[in-house]
């Protein structure tokens, strides 16, 4: 099964736009990616699933899905408002 990205955001999400924008990058990459309004029923199984910490959630959440496994991307954010995905060529490998 061919990897996947998924990105879980809000109306809301400052990064919103930076994430779209990212999402397209991987498509014309040739990686499959879709936006998720965190309210969607498919968005919610993610993060009751995988997107809580110590009882919280944080938006937006990256999601990685191969051969069935599902792994969310790490992510920064820098103190001039950047939002960091460290080793990301690590997750697409």
Do not use: H
């Amino acid at each position: 099964m061919p990897k996947k990205i998924v990105i879980v955001t809000a109306d809301w999400d400052y990064f919103k736009d930076q994430l779209t924008t990212l999402c397209s990058q991987f498509i014309k990459a040739g990686i499959s990616c879709e936006m998720r309004d965190y309210g969607s029923p498919d968005a919610l199984q993610l993060i009751i699933k995988y997107g809580i910490d110590n009882g919280l959630v944080r938006i937006p959440q990256i999601y990685l899905i191969s051969n069935g496994e599902v792994r969310r991307i790490a992510y920064e954010i820098t103190s001039d408002l950047r939002l960091v995905i460290k080793d990301l060529d690590n997750y697409l490998k």
